[in-house]
């Protein structure tokens, strides 16, 4: 358990914002008995709640795990889904590590007083988590140790304040499958990752499939609950792009090339067009196999 | 009556003096040995003498001769001994003086003339060290060690010459003195013939100028020895230092030609994946210099990187890490330096024709990813570039009008510039180049911004990098900003590099 630490930061001050509030998160209210007061750090903006996907699952993240929820939050968070979830090391974290890197806003919501920071070891992506128009709420009021109870009056708000929640990973007692438990009665969507059938850890995602929730194989099934597009939002990172980069994608809508035969249809030096690539990669926007570029 | 004759032995770079000591006695049987431990080259240099001697109408005495080649208890080996063995006996039979702080050295063919003799520089080091004013070797050999100020090599045609001029019936001129200086020389392979392969040619010029070692992968005909062989063209020409280190490797390993001289382009190794370890890093009973040593301050190419053994491959490791070899033998150690890029290239698949556009792939799924899997481990950590290069139509090259094709001397200009900025950079530490630097001198000297910083953690994520691929990364975007003239490292610098990243094993993505 720690302190969380005092800069002289705006956020830094305690906010509260009572359930009679206006700016109280609407979804918040609508379950059973809501939290009368929610202690927080940030700046609270309403836009944050609008929308909002839980992803949880468990502290004991495989590689797979630790994959597909980057590669999921990721395209979730750039396409303005705002990510919530719990702080616990595992998938938790990964979720609102992937969603600041992917330059989108995470809400994390704390099992214990909002001066403290759980577990300590993750200071540092309490401080990222703020400093990128995040938000850290909780229940309990400063230093509150977390406690057997704190975890599932937690879990109702991750669960309470979004639309969906996600199940990226989770072995049959995780947990995260509490948190799924609370969606189904918040009459939220449900979804849940599949994994391999050989890990433990997916027992609880299966089965979660099995009893109805809906199985997401791409970031489509996600947003399509948000009404976003995919097409759009992949079409406004094209609006990020500058003239070259564009021009390349569109080179390579026609046809996947290799680097070299990009240089020489656009004329432009090996070292820009290798450098425009780069940047599009990591946008998700283009692919390469075998020394050819694609688009998908 | 007893004569010495100076001479020295070189072992790997190192010389020590030896002393032929040569004792004409009248008493006893005619006899000619040689004591010393001498080896049987140096014990077959009687009948060489002997016979050359005779050969140049001079009477072979009959006396009892005993050579002696101190220390004694130091192997002799090598034929250069011939000389002073000759020169001393026929001071002693025509009793003339032989000139003070001189050194003799070189092989005899059974006629009396000298034969070239490999180690001539060293030579001449060794008396440019010890103070010592003329040294006598091989006509042939007389043009490598004349690179030595300070030296006076007198170049020997034959043992009557030598007589001739010691008795002072004749003058010898000292060989002219080769002043050892840098020029600019034309590359075995100009750039500008290469076709197509854009890609390729640029981190070429990023491994030229940071000092990076490659790895390229590609067909069978894409063209990657070419490439390869480019290399030394864009490297910078070779410093006086440099050369000199070059050259005495040459020379301690016999490959200066007769009449050759000082090396001024810059070495390209490239042996076959049959070689053993020995052939590759050195060794031998009588330690020789490797295919490392001899690719010293230039390219090692090794084609065909997955054919390579294991083990051999691994030997590579330490002398990489270190820039030099020690071999060990019971009475010696022998130290050759090893500083160069390694190239290395392979097919993307055992039968080579992975991604071609016109050939298709014979091999299975299961033989392909065994064939990946096969490089890898420490050697690929030092490789910091990674190219695929593909196979150039020549139709389609003309279809679309190439770029200007950059000349290698063009190119060697800029690569020159960046090592310019290396040097500045690296003054005060033990470092030249970009790629040479460790965990320790990144942290100093690559300052990374945080949008610089941002772009390389979503790269970690989009190409899965390892944390050691994020080092390399930081390293050849160092060598792209310095090719751009830049102080700091921008987003595109480190965009770019992102292009030439490892991809683990040559695995997709």
């Known amino acids: 358990m720690k302190l969380s630490f005092n800069q002289g930061k705006v956020w830094v001050v305690n906010g509260i914002i009572k359930i009679s509030d206006e700016k109280y998160p609407r979804l918040l209210r609508e379950i059973d008995s809501p939290p009368e007061i929610l202690y927080y750090k940030g700046d609270w903006d309403n836009s944050i709640f609008e929308n909002c996907l839980a992803v949880v699952g468990s502290r004991r993240m495989t590689t797979y795990g630790k994959l597909i929820t980057n590669k999921l939050v990721s395209e979730i968070a750039r396409a303005g889904v705002t990510i919530v979830s719990g702080f616990m090391f595992g998938i938790d974290a990964t979720a609102h590590k992937a969603t600041i890197d992917a330059g989108g806003r995470t809400i994390a919501v704390m099992p214990c007083g909002i001066d403290m920071v759980h577990p300590a070891h993750q200071e540092d992506l309490y401080k990222e988590i703020l400093e990128h128009r995040g938000l850290i709420i909780s229940e309990f009021e400063s230093t509150h140790p977390p406690g057997l109870w704190t975890y599932p009056k937690r879990n109702k708000i991750v669960a309470g304040i979004s639309k969906a929640a996600m199940v990226v990973e989770a072995g049959h007692k995780s947990g995260s499958l509490i948190t799924a438990e609370l969606a189904k009665k918040y009459k939220r969507r449900l979804f849940a990752v599949p994994g391999p059938l050989t890990s433990v850890l997916s027992k609880g995602t299966i089965q979660l499939i099995k009893e109805g929730a809906e199985i997401v194989t791409s970031t489509e099934d996600i947003l399509v609950e948000y009404d976003i597009n995919i097409e759009v939002v992949r079409e406004s990172s094209m609006q990020g792009l500058n003239e070259l980069e564009q021009s390349i994608i569109k080179k390579l809508q026609e046809e996947p090339m290799e680097i070299d035969a990009l240089t020489r249809l656009i004329k432009i030096s090996t070292s820009e067009i290798a450098t425009a690539l780069s940047l599009t990669q990591i946008k998700g926007l283009v692919f390469e196999e075998g020394g050819k570029y694609y688009v998908d | ?509």
């Not at chain 2, 006695?25 to 005619?30: H, K």
């Not at chain 2, 070797?137 to 690179?147: D, G, H, Q, R, T």
């Not at chain 2, 024709?353 to 064939?371: A, D, G, I, M, N």
């Open chain 2, 1 to 509: 009556m007893l004569i010495k004759v100076c001479s020295a032995a070189n072992s790997g770079l190192e010389t020590i003096g030896v002393d032929v000591e040569v004792n004409l006695a009248n008493r006893g049987l005619p006899a000619f040995e040689i004591v010393g431990l001498p080896s049987k080259a140096v014990d077959e240099s009687r009948e060489r003498v002997k016979t050359a001697i005779v050969n140049s109408n001079i009477e072979f005495p009959t006396k009892r001769i005993t050579i002696n080649l101190a220390p004694a208890d130091l192997p002799k080996e090598g034929s250069f001994y011939d000389l002073p063995i000759a020169i001393g006996v026929l001071a002693s039979i025509m009793n003339c003086e032989l000139p003070e702080k001189s050194l003799f050295f070189g092989e005899l063919s059974l006629d009396g003339t000298l034969r070239h003799t490999k180690g001539a520089l060293l030579l001449s080091l060794f008396a440019k060290e010890k103070g010592i004013k003329s040294i006598f070797v091989p006509k042939a050999s007389a043009n490598e060690a004349a690179i030595i100020k300070g030296v006076r090599v007198y170049p020997v045609e034959s043992i009557n010459q030598l007589l001739a001029y010691l008795l002072g019936q004749i003058p010898l001129e000292p060989a002219k003195y080769r002043e050892v200086k840098s020029e600019v020389v034309q590359a075995e392979f100009d750039m500008a013939e290469i076709l197509g392969q854009e890609q390729a040619k640029r981190a070429m010029e990023i491994s030229a100028a940071g000092g990076h070692n490659f790895f390229m992968v590609g067909s069978p005909g894409s063209g990657k020895t070419m490439l390869a062989r480019a290399l030394p063209g864009i490297l910078p020409i070779l410093a006086e230092r440099e050369s000199l280190e070059v050259t005495k490797i040459y020379s301690a390993s016999g490959r200066i030609p007769p009449e050759g001289s000082l090396i001024k382009i810059r070495p390209f190794r490239a042996p076959h994946h049959t070689i053993s370890q020995v052939g590759l890093i050195g060794g031998g009973s009588r330690p020789q210099p490797g295919e490392i040593s001899l690719a010293h301050r230039g390219v090692l190419f090794l084609d065909e990187f997955n054919e390579f053994p294991r083990g051999v491959l691994e030997s590579l490791r330490q002398p990489m890490e270190d820039g030099h070899l020690t071999i060990s033998r019971s009475r010696e150690r022998v130290k050759y330096p090893s500083r160069f890029i390694l190239v290395a290239s392979a097919n993307p698949c055992p039968c080579g024709y992975l991604y071609h556009p016109k050939k298709s792939c014979t091999c299975t799924q299961r033989e392909v990813e065994k064939y990946k899997k096969r490089v890898s481990g420490p050697l690929l950590d030092r490789i910091d570039l990674y190219i695929e290069v593909p196979v150039v139509d020549i139709k389609e090259l003309s279809k679309n009008q190439q770029l200007r094709n950059s000349s290698s001397l063009e190119i060697r200009a800029r690569v020159e510039k960046a090592r310019e900025m290396q040097k500045n950079r690296f003054k005060e530490k033990e470092i030249y180049t970009n790629a040479e630097m460790k965990n320790a001198h990144i942290k100093k000297y690559c300052f990374l911004s945080k949008e610089v910083k941002q772009l390389l953690l979503q790269a970690g994520m989009a190409f899965q990098l390892s944390a050691r691929s994020y080092f390399k990364m930081i390293k050849v975007a160092r060598t792209i900003a310095d090719l751009e003239d830049s102080d700091g490292i921008r987003v595109s610098h480190m965009a770019e590099a992102l292009q030439y990243r490892p991809r683990d094993q040559i695995r997709d993505k």
